[in-house]
């Protein structure tokens, strides 16, 4: 373990430099061509085998280093966000209006991924550690799109466990559970008519959308309370005077598992044909994608609070503590609050602005409502989840003060801990047969041995323009 920690720790302005790099670049999914190609390169450099164009995606890739059993392997994403492009400062100030910026702070956690995954080439090397190690460049977790599409070609089938970190609050571990969702598109073909001279010779898309609507609205009395559906009408005509020949409503639909946003969603498609059969309009299906709810593995979980405890919390410098504080100063009243109870977070840290301890365990059996793309992950193998304080405490998730601050000390700090945890991690599952295998019953356990199934349908490909543009 202790050449795996030395070599992030010599190496931590290369990762630095990686990160501000990716930060800078700021691409949105599928389009993250030059953040992917910096990744590619380091990777290389450092001895790894690289396969691209994983899953029918230019910028996914699957790294490798070593042979054999066991193998473990490490999440990185490095997708951007739309429309929070954002300087290095403690004040809405973009460096271009509209531009993407990293408000989820996927600059960082590819970066931390991929230096543990050096690290632990490292440690093999030095120390005869036998097995392989594994990064996957993920692409487009924004839209739930990358590693659902690389599940389904089978990427991760042979992995013995997966390790991954997410930019947060506090330094601790991802244990509550995300939401399983589809997301689908519903398009209406009707029939083009003068609205006022010929109404009576038209079909109106619009109306059938809006009858879906009205029939989905009703749905929600009769779904479990945790469900979620939402939905925007994309389009919904051209001039009140023509009847609209082509309508269109994409609907996400979320639930806690898998299972139960397929029953929703059978009910939800049943809804639109009878939309259809109301007005005469023809009905077309264009599903988008669909994840598994996450499925933190406990023996995984519990070893990275450990070795989070092992390698310590980042520690901030006055200057980073003060830049926090202007951050702090920027949030609407309540939000501290508001914020991290609903992320279940210890009351102790409500009032704070930047962590600097390591918690325990505090959200299992908590459900999150949003989605992440790990979760297909977690249905194939023993996956666990680090967080760390790239965050100011009490910031809202995908905005310009989570792009500030992974551009800076704050998150560049909070990601060398990361990567330093999942290394500790790695080292504790390649030494310890006996924790992989505890690991791997949980993981039986907590799966009731189903196998994981795709919810892809086998023909779609990724909407490699059309969600790009989103």
């Given amino acids: 373990m202790e050449t795996a920690l030395t ?10 430099r990686l990160a501000d790099t990716i930060w800078e670049y700021a691409e949105v ?26 899953g029918g995606m230019p910028t996914a890739f ?25 300087k290095r400062v403690p004040v809405r100030d973009p460096v271009k209006e509209g531009a993407p910026g990293h ?41 739930l799109v990358g590693k659902v599409f690389m599940a389904r070609e089978g990427v991760f089938n042979d992995l013995d466990a997966a390790l991954t970190w997410h930019p947060m609050h506090l330094n601790s571990v991802w244990m509550s559970q995300s939401l399983a969702m589809n997301s689908v598109r519903f398009v209406f073909h009707g029939q083009a008519a003068h609205a006022a001279a010929q109404p009576h010779m038209g079909i109106s898309a619009l109306d059938a959308v809006e009858l879906m609507n009205i029939g989905v609205n009703f749905l929600r009395e009769h779904v479990i309370p945790d469900a979620r559906i939402h939905y925007v009408i994309t389009r919904g005509g051209g001039e009140p005077n023509v009847v609209p020949p082509v309508a269109e409503v994409w609907y996400y639909v979320r639930a806690p598992r898998r299972t139960q946003v397929d029953e929703i969603y059978a009910r939800v498609l049943k809804i639109a044909e009878g939309a259809a059969l109301m007005t005469g309009a023809r009905l077309e ?3 988008q994608v669909g994840c598994y709810d996450f499925l933190a593995n406990p023996v995984v979980s519990q070893l990275m609070v450990d070795s989070l405890k092992r390698v310590g919390p980042p520690k901030f410098t006055e200057e980073e503590k003060a830049f ?28 704070l602005t930047l962590h600097q301890d390591v918690a325990d365990i505090f959200d ?13 992950v977690s249905w194939i193998t023993a996956t666990g989840q680090i967080t760390t304080a790239t965050y100011v405490i009490g910031t809202a998730s995908h905005s310009w003060q989570v792009a500030a601050a992974a551009g800076t ?35 039986l356990k907590d799966t009731a041995g189903k196998p994981y199934v795709s919810p892809l349908p086998p023909d779609l490909k990724p909407p490699l323009e059309q969600l790009a543009e989103h």
């Fill in 103 to 143: 408000g989820c702070g996927h600059n960082l956690l590819g970066t931390a991924a991929l230096g543990a995954a050096v690290a632990i080439r490292k440690e093999m090397e030095a120390t005869g550690l036998v097995g392989t190690v594994r990064y996957y460049g993920c692409p487009a977790e924004e839209t």
């Fill in 62 to 86: 699957v790294a490798s280093y070593g042979q054999g059993k066991p193998i473990i392997g490490f999440l990185g994403e490095f997708d951007a966000l739309p429309g929070l492009s954002q």
């Fill in 29 to 54: 999914g599928l389009r993250e061509h030059k953040s992917s190609a910096a990744q590619i390169k380091f990777l290389e450099e450092e001895g790894f085998t690289v396969t691209t164009g994983v």
């Fill in 364 to 376: 299992a059996g908590k459900i999150l409502p949003g989605s992440t793309d790990v979760g297909d």
């Fill in 409 to 443: 000390g704050i998150g560049q700090r909070s990601m060398l801990v990361a990567a330093r945890g999942l290394a500790a991690t790695a080292c504790e599952l390649f030494t310890k047969p006996e924790v992989l295998a505890q690991a791997r019953e949980a993981f």
């Fill in 324 to 351: 926090a504080r202007q951050i702090e100063e920027s949030f609407a009243p309540g939000q501290k609050e508001t914020v991290m109870r609903g992320m279940s977070a210890p009351k102790e840290t409500w009032d």
């Fill in 7 to 16: 070599w992030i720790d010599q190496h931590s302005e290369a990762l630095i």
């Fill in 285 to 287: 299906v264009n599903f």
